[in-house]
């Protein structure tokens, strides 16, 4: 089975632009999670969505945004964009967000902005 | 203070070692944990999970979690070249289970 698939894998950006990363979740899998992961940390946590309403927001900004269409893919969106959002973005599956359905990673897209 | 104290290493041990990898956690509404494998330019893979004080094992991980001490370790025997990576720890509490709380994460070297 696929495991949780991002696009792009790489991706270069200047200050002020604008970004969509998208995710395809786990067959099944109907709550989706973003994290940013700055180099040398562990991820933090963006959003959540389960049946394509947001159930958990993270402490960042409003640029960024998100959310999930009806096949459960979704995509996060950062408007004008800092040096500080360079990071890899990584997004998660569960089948259904609870606790007891532990989350399962992409291999995230590499966002640098210049 | 963070909620989740990592010590970020570097770890380096020979191959055929015992490894101890430990976190720390500030919040007692942390109920559930994990430890997640992160190679390098890849996605965290998931390695154990457990929401119970006491061990848990998997092969050849084992996952201890001391709720009294807000302590959580993870053992690996008979490491492997193959078992170098940066180790993540996490936690949660059940009324966000959304939101998870990772350390910052423990680079291992096992030296062939």
């Known amino acids: 089975d696929a495991g949780v698939t991002q696009s792009p894998t790489h991706l270069i950006k200047t200050r002020g632009q604008h970004v969509t990363l998208r995710c395809s979740p786990i067959?099944?899998?109907?709550?989706v999670s973003w994290y940013q992961q700055v180099l040398g940390q562990g991820p933090q946590f963006i959003f959540q969505?389960?049946?394509?309403?947001?159930?958990g927001r993270g402490n960042f900004p409003d640029r960024f945004s998100a959310r999930q269409f009806p096949n459960y893919s979704s995509e996060l969106n950062v408007n004008a964009l800092l040096l500080g959002d360079s990071a890899l973005y990584l997004c998660?599956?569960?089948?259904?967000?609870?606790?007891?359905?532990?989350?399962?990673f992409g291999d995230g897209t590499r966002l640098s902005i210049l | 203070q963070k909620e989740v104290e990592q010590d970020p290493g570097p770890l380096s041990v020979p191959e055929g070692a015992i490894v101890s990898l430990n976190c720390t956690y500030s919040?007692?509404?942390?109920?559930?944990f994990m430890w997640y494998r992160q190679y390098s330019r890849k996605g965290p893979e998931l390695l154990m999970y457990?929401?119970?004080?006491g061990n848990k094992e998997d092969g050849r991980f084992t996952a201890q979690v001391d709720k009294s001490s807000k302590y959580i370790s993870l053992f690996i025997r008979d490491s492997q070249p193959s078992d170098s990576a940066t180790y993540l720890c996490?936690?949660?509490?059940?009324?966000?289970?959304?939101?998870?709380?990772f350390g910052s994460g423990t680079r291992l070297s096992i030296r062939p």
């Open positions: 998660a599956s569960s089948h259904d967000g609870q606790y007891d359905q532990p989350q399962h």
């Open positions: 067959s099944g899998h109907k709550s």
């Open positions: 969505y389960y049946e394509k309403e947001e159930r």
């Open positions: 919040n007692s509404a942390f109920q559930y």
């Open positions: 457990t929401y119970s004080s």
């Open positions: 996490a936690t949660g509490d059940y009324s966000s289970a959304s939101k998870i709380i």
